[in-house]
């Protein structure tokens, strides 16, 4: 079955930065474009970055444009965020996911920007 686990998170302050990850397994996931989604306190599902299978094409939202970087190994089965320049409404947690709405997720990595 489709397993998605996601690992990184934690407690940063406003600028800094961390790098998330995902360890997919249970399909082909070099034939499949992966999302990152997030939902902050009080707040639905936001997509935020996007990855077509071989890793050449990626997409951001404006809110994460410029700071946040989407890659993925498809020989270790895993994808990544790397987030720099942190701001406190970044604070949510972080899934992967098979789809942009974030239907087929992962359990989720929680995220606080905090001084």
């Known amino acids: 079955q489709v397993q998605l686990v996601e690992s990184g998170g934690g407690l940063v302050q406003p600028g800094g930065s961390l790098r998330l990850s995902c360890a997919a397994s249970g399909f082909s996931f070099s034939t499949y474009w992966m999302y990152w989604v997030r939902q902050a306190p009080g707040k639905g599902l936001e997509w935020i970055s996007a990855i077509n299978g071989p890793g050449s094409s990626t997409y951001y939202s404006d809110s994460v444009k410029g700071r946040f970087t989407i890659s993925r190994d498809n020989a270790k089965n895993t994808l990544s965020l790397q987030m720099n320049s942190l701001k406190s409404e970044d604070t949510a947690v972080y899934y992967c996911?098979?789809?942009?709405?974030?239907?087929?997720r992962g359990q989720g990595t929680q995220v606080t920007v905090s001084s």
């Open positions: 996911a098979k789809d942009p709405a974030g239907a087929n």
